[in-house]
Each structure stands twice: as C-alpha cells, then as structure tokens.
Nanobody, 124 residues
Framework: QVQLVESGGGLVQAGGSLRLSCAAS????????MGWFRQAPGNEREFVAA????????NYGDSVKGRFIISRDNAKNTVYLQMNSLKPEDTAVYYC?????????????????WGQGTQVTVSS
C-alpha cells in the first residue's frame, strides 16, 4: 500500500510562504486523488486542498482560497502545497492523504492513506 511522507513544515512569519511536499511510495500514485488537511490543537481536522489523479480538478477550503496552491508531479510521486500570505490561523499540523477514488475529494472519509503530518507555525 502507498506510504506518504510529508516535509517542508516549519516556522514562518505572517505574510511569508512555505511549500510542503508529500512523497508517496508505490507505483500507483498517478491513480490517486491527493489531498491536504490540517489540524490545530483543539480543532477538528480541516480540509485544505485536493487534486484529482490527473491534476485536472482541484478543490480548496474557503479559508485558503487564493493563497494556497496544490500541485502534483506524478513522475516524482509527489504532491505539493504552496502556501502564500500565511496567517497565524494557518498554524496547524498538515497532513497529506491519498484517495483511491482518484477525485479531488473534500471529505476526509474518502482518504484511506495518511502521512504522519508536518508542523506549520506562523508567527504574528
């Protein structure tokens, strides 16, 4: 089964940028829909962004629209999350996830494989 490993998290000032990466093992990455979710302490897991297997379709959470961009490189088995104009409220652990269905789902229930998460902290 696919294994997912996130990287790229860290501490950044408000207004700054970070790019998260999620590397997937296995040879069927290009059939999965891929998503990013986040969870801050005391909060429920929140949908951030998703991309279909082909890259044709994307979805974004309302709080990140216009600031975050999801992309994928199927040749490298990697999905990215470019985060711009970061705000303190973006502080959370960010998880990437794989959906066997292949679509850009906004529902965490569609995702069957999850990474371990990477911490993003935005200081004011």
């Amino acid at each position: 089964q696919v294994q997912l490993v996130e990287s790229g998290g860290g501490l950044v000032q408000a207004g700054g940028s970070l790019r998260l990466s999620c590397a997937a093992s296995g040879h069927t990455f290009n059939t999965y829909g891929m998503g990013w979710f986040r969870q801050a302490p005391g909060n429920e897991r929140e949908f951030v962004a998703a991309m279909s297997w082909s890259g044709t379709n994307t979805n974004y959470g309302d709080s990140v629209k216009g600031r975050f961009i999801i992309s994928r490189d199927n040749a490298k088995n990697t999905v990215y999350l470019q985060m711009n104009s970061l705000k303190p409220e973006d502080t959370a652990v960010y998880y990437c996830a794989a959906a066997y269905l292949g679509v850009a789902s906004m529902s965490s229930h569609e995702y069957k494989r999850w990474g371990q998460g990477t911490q993003v902290t935005v200081s004011s």
